[in-house]
């Protein structure tokens, strides 16, 4: 099973990530604070998904519905990880902070989420 290893820019926030198969597509969201921050997501479930250092350095924002968590380091500001509005039981990986994002992006799909019209109200 491939794992990915990753961080944020400072490294204080260090994760993991163990697919049974290297990643097929990625999602690239339009909503407001995707499209500012760049970031393309790789879908993880809970079970693939390890948080390996920084905990205390990681701080969540969120906004709108109050239910997407937004999380990035506390010390340089990267976006590492969050939870998705609209699958909370998952996380979502900015892949570029894995330390092979580039030859995760070129071998995968980039499949577009239209999160700007996405509705507000539903989970």
């Given at each position: 099973m491939p794992v990915y290893l990753?961080?944020?820019?400072?490294?204080?926030?260090?994760?993991?990530?163990?697919?049974?198969?290297?990643?097929?597509?990625?999602?690239?969201?339009?909503?407001?604070?995707?499209?500012?921050k760049g970031i393309l997501h790789l879908p993880t479930e809970l079970s693939e998904f390890k948080l390996l250092a920084g905990a205390d350095a990681i701080h969540t924002y969120r906004f709108g519905s109050d239910v997407a968590e937004h999380c990035f380091c506390r010390h340089c500001g990267i976006h590492v990880y969050g939870r998705p509005r609209n699958s909370p039981d998952r996380r979502t990986v900015n892949l570029r902070c894995l330390d092979d994002f580039e030859a995760i992006r070129t071998a995968a799909e980039i499949v577009p989420f239209d999160g700007h019209n996405h509705p507000k109200d539903k989970v």
């Open positions: 990753g961080s944020c820019h400072c490294g204080a926030v260090r994760i993991a990530v163990e697919k049974s198969a290297p990643p097929a597509s990625l999602i690239d969201c339009n909503c407001s604070i995707c499209t500012k």
